[in-house]
């Protein structure tokens, strides 16, 4: 079975930074694809950032230039590093199995409360 267990978030004043951590079991890491979504109240889910089993990364617009995703497959743990936060990043960040050998998947953490406000 897998899990993703999402941490790192919490309440930070705009232009600061965080950095969540997804920690994977019950899965090869390695050769997944994974990435970070994140949803506000009232609003859909949305992809923040992905990172392919061989290192390709694509980011939203909107994060793009101050998020960074990466992994570290050695410790089953996929990271966001998030600088610059402004209030409209707040939301509930999720961390999700996108795809293995092609063929998508749909297992997803519980999340982890992202606050940016004075």
């Known amino acids: 079975q897998v899990r993703l267990v999402e941490s790192g978030g919490g309440l930070v004043q705009p232009g600061g930074s965080l950095r969540l951590s997804c920690a994977a079991s019950?899965?090869?890491?390695?050769?997944?694809?994974m990435g970070w979504y994140r949803q506000a109240p009232g609003k859909q889910r949305e992809l923040a950032a992905v990172i392919t089993s061989g290192g390709n990364i694509n980011y939203a617009d909107s994060v793009k230039g101050r998020f960074t995703i990466s992994r570290d497959n050695a410790k089953n743990t996929l990271y966001l590093q998030m600088n610059s936060l402004k209030p409209e990043d707040t939301a509930v960040y999720y961390c999700h199995l996108e795809r293995r050998f092609g063929i998508r998947y749909d297992y997803w953490g519980q999340g982890t409360q992202v606050t940016v406000s004075l």
């Open positions: 019950g899965t090869i890491f390695s050769i997944n694809d």
